[in-house]
């Protein structure tokens, strides 16, 4: 119940979301013509066939990366952190002050803020 009193408020409290629901509900506003419930548009196909479906191989993609050396230093939200070759996972075992420091740690938002000086190698070992 709490449920839909949230989502209640937040229909209620933003203009746009209303304005585009009732424009939906009226017809006006159509569905993406290539939407399909459940396969995400990177899984399909460009050649227009059947849905692409991801497909687990036996085959072991970490002999393409070598255990990095040194310490390197991630960029997160609001702080910089070294991370050592030793010891990589412990980039997600710190106690940051800030919920979004963390976040951005376990969603590797530091991936592409890294830009093309980051070494694959580090980001497969963390």
Request: net charge negative; charged share 20%.
């Amino acid at each position: 119940m709490s449920v839909l009193i949230r989502k209640a408020r937040q229909l209620l409290s933003d203009p746009v979301l209303r304005l585009w629901l009732l424009r939906r509900i009226a017809g006006l506003e159509k569905a993406a013509a290539d939407f399909r419930e459940g396969v995400p548009p990177y899984l399909t196909p460009t050649s227009g066939a059947a849905a692409a479906t991801p497909v687990w191989t036996d085959q072991n993609i970490c002999e393409n990366f070598r255990a990095p050396q040194g310490s390197t230093t991630i960029g997160l939200p609001g702080v910089s952190v070294e991370v050592s070759a030793e010891s990589p996972g412990l980039l997600f075992d710190r106690d940051y002050t800030d919920l979004e420091t963390t976040l951005g740690a376990h969603r590797f938002a530091w991936v592409p803020l890294a830009g093309p000086d980051l070494n694959p190698d580090w980001v497969d070992a963390i």
